[in-house]
């Protein structure tokens, strides 16, 4: 996976925490890496693209009734 040649970007809500990993990993050999400055919050507002993941089913209780 991390010889792939692909780029790494990581992301999170407001754009900190995926800055200090992207640094950290880097520091510690992994290449080529982003982040996403803003992040995920950013990347709505700037009405970049998302999927919606459709909710699960609901399980069954198991009570009769």
Known sequence: LFASGKKFV???A???RSALAA???QDMGLA???????GFG???KAGGPVEKKEP???KPSGKAS
């Open 56 to 58: 699960p089913p609901a």
């Open 32 to 38: 080529p890496v982003a982040h996403m400055a803003g």
């Open 14 to 16: 407001g754009g900190m």
């Open 10 to 12: 990581f992301f999170c």
């Open 42 to 44: 950013a990347w709505v």
């Open 23 to 25: 640094k950290t990993v």
